[in-house]
């Protein structure tokens, strides 16, 4: 298994640092939206759709709306809103997360879990197209966004199974630990640092730094989310597509958190024009 994994990885990082280094922004857009696509129909999965009919709407409706987005999103007030909504978003269900307790907690419906499909996977897209579009320096701001959940990833894994004694959500994710968290917003405050040296104007040193600690508890949080939606399916994986990583879900679950809100982030501090 984590030979598959390591192997997936070879093959795919440079892939993607060369699609988004390299491909112009519409052709970026694109391409995402075809990851996203196939992220989405494992969300069906997710929240129980059966029929191909069925799928196959809900797929062209987030086509569609991707393609909305795609006109809008060059209007200030309605990028700044969008990404500001998602944040919101992704600040209840931190609440909902910590306040889980299974047997008391009420499922989602199937059209509650499709309504959060598009909450969880839209502004991810919109985003990382965002970001790329934001002149020269755009395509590696995408890269670092991207870095920052695959960071916090590795620094609660080694953290995690080094030092990791407290559960985080047992009743959620058995193997994620509370010293596994403390390891990613290690990681990523040191990491943090690269991206003043990538965009100077984004802020002075603590701001940046903040704003790095907070995407990483976010990235917790879309990673537990997701975690939780799996167990209530009653699958390990989201797919298959990826051996040893499992779905697209699976790989982009806390990015769908980090994308949105570091994207606020930069807005607020006045570097995201």
């Not at 199974?161 to 009743?171: D, E, F, I, T, Y």
Request: aromatic residues 8%; charged residues 10%; contains cysteine.
């Amino acid at each position: 298994m984590l030979l598959h994994r390591i192997l997936t990885a070879l093959v795919l990082l440079p892939l993607v640092i060369l699609g988004v280094l390299y491909l112009p922004s519409a052709g970026f857009a694109l391409l995402l939206a075809a990851v996203i696509l196939v992220g989405t129909h494992e969300w069906t999965r997710l929240a129980g759709l059966t029929r191909p009919m069925h799928k196959v709407a809900y797929l062209l409706g987030m086509a569609l709306v991707m393609g909305l987005l795609y006109l809008l999103l060059p209007l200030p007030f309605f990028s700044l809103g969008l990404f500001a909504a998602a944040s919101l978003g992704w600040l209840v269900v931190s609440w909902l997360i910590i306040r889980y307790q299974p047997g008391q907690a009420t499922e989602a419906g199937q059209p509650a879990k499709l309504l959060i499909g598009c909450f969880v996977l839209l502004p991810t897209w919109a985003a990382l197209v965002y970001l790329h579009g934001m002149g020269s320096d755009g395509p590696a701001l995408v890269l670092y966004t991207l870095s920052l959940s695959w960071v916090a990833d590795t620094g609660a894994y080694f953290a995690g199974r080094q030092w990791g004694r407290v559960k985080l959500s047992p009743h959620i994710s058995p193997k994620k630990t509370r010293e596994g968290v403390y390891g990613a917003l290690l990681a990523v405050g040191l990491w943090s640092g690269l991206l003043i040296w990538i965009r100077p104007e984004t802020g002075n040193l603590p701001q940046v730094v903040m704003l790095c600690l907070l995407v990483c508890l976010v990235s917790v949080v879309g990673d537990l989310f997701e975690s939780l939606l799996k167990r209530q399916a009653g699958i390990k994986d989201s797919g298959n597509l990826l051996p040893g990583h499992g779905g697209i879900l699976d790989r982009i679950d806390s990015l769908t958190a980090v994308a949105p809100v570091f994207t606020l982030g930069l807005l607020l501090l006045g570097s995201g024009k």
